[in-house]
């Protein structure tokens, strides 16, 4: 069981007498990757500022791993709402200026700076002033400015906007990479296929409320893979199909489909075509067997459709 | 934490141009306002005395006057020290402070240094205009002078450290370079006078822009009253002192409670 990294419990926030977070209560555990997901105006980057301590909650609390209630952690890498920059100052003295507060040691410097510029691609334009950056490369450069203390915890708030394709696919590699070295990332978007193509875990925002939180992966293991199944059968099959999953102590029914299932199938060892044999030897005969990563879409149509519905 | 926040805004500051217009701004106009002073006569116990001929033959009153003068260009400090703070405000370097791992505890002791950096510099910077009259005006320098004036040298420092603090702390209530610094500018200029005049003798005393311009008199009335060295009066330091923790605790709790 991995640790838990940050853990906040009921936290509203107001703008003046507007609401903007409403009982936020969730739990983060080492290596997972949060994708925030929620329309402009959800309160994803308010709930951001919050647990980052930029922003004092009206009422709740926030804890971030061996950290105070209420407190930052002691070194993080974000990016929030905007590139922070002087626009006057060269890239690289800026990149200087937060590598003396991270406290990289002076000899060390100038090569981590070097280091992340390469990262992120911005190594030619190091000496250019900020306010002379592309508005992508200048969302690179606040990237570079979150990975410069190697930081175990990073929160991105739309770090693809204003990016071209390319560097798109650079920065979710990127994060892909990070998450696959155990780092936490908190990515708020409102992009589906970011969070998706992205993220382990997704947590829905609507009118400053949690609407709904859920993985995006099976919780595998290195020993025991989980594989998330999409089965198909004709219409007059499925009733059979959902007995016979009944048998296979290795399959957790997810959803009843009028043609199928999904199911996370857990085998002691092999693949899924295991149970497509399983099911074969019990005459049940599929027409179609999908990998899925997750219904994001799904979810989230039927959450913010459930909370419209609430509505009114 | 907050020393490594403060070697980060001296890097910046230096990197600043406004910092330098306003150091090379201050160091010209110090000896134009010193001269501008001296132009004027003043008439005392019936006779007219002209300033020049009374400053001449003493070098420590001379550098009583050019303090005196030069602590009214403490508001053009104040503009440079808002205008970098909101600066960095406005872009998001404070989060990026926080980010870092900057405690709000750091941030207002960084502030604190700020202003006392601040202060330390137009010291700094009014001794070597002050040293430039001296010398034009054909005195000896005299360093004995600093000695003999130390009081008034520490009261010029704690006037400029009170009154960069007030303003620093209106400003993080209201974060806005022109709104704290006309504020200031008419308090200290206007308000605070019309106070004086409707009430001269009740606590109007106790009032800031009283008790710091108590810490640098103008030596001419001292000389007038005591013909000796004039230095701060006792209750305008323990008031000053009074306001600068004032600013010190209201700037850090603005900072503790506020969004960033």
Redesign the interface.
Known sequence: MSATILETSSITKYYGKTKALDGISLQLKKGQVLGILGPNGSGKTTFL?VI?????PYSGWYRWVDGDVN????????L???P??????RLQ?QLY??A????IPARHRAMRIKEVLTETGLEDVATKKFSALSLGMKQRAAIA??LL?RPDILILDEPTNGLDPQGIIDIRQLIRQLAATGKTVILASHILDEVEKVCTHAAFFKKGVLAGFESLVPESTEDNPVYRLLLEVPYTETGKLLECLGLNPNCVLLEKMPNGAVVDFEPSEGGPELLNKFLAENNIMLSGLTKVKSGIEQSFMKITGEQQQHGH | ?AI??L??MI??IV?Y?LFWIVSVFFLLIIPMLYRFFLTIDLTFAGQQINLLAFLTPDSASVWQYILFVASYGVYVMILFALSFIN??LR???W??????????NDLALALWLFSLGLSLWALLLVVLAGSGIVLRQSHAFNAADFIELRLFFAGFLLHYFVFIALAVALNMLLRNTIMSFLIILLWGLVAESAVRWIDPTGFAHYLPVYNLNGLVPNPILALFDRSSVAEPDTQSVVMSLFWLFGCIGSTYYVLR????
Request: hydrophobic share 40%.
């Open positions: 500022s980052l301590g930029v922003l004092r407190s930052a952690p002691a070194s993080i890498g974000a929030l709402e905007k922070c920059f002087l626009p006057g100052n003295t200026d937060m003396i507060l991270h406290k400015m979150a203390s | 934490m490594e926040l070697h980060v890097r910046k990197r141009p600066r960095d872009e998001g370097i989060r990026q402070y926080l980010f870092a791992g900057s405690s709000r409670r506020k969004d960033l």
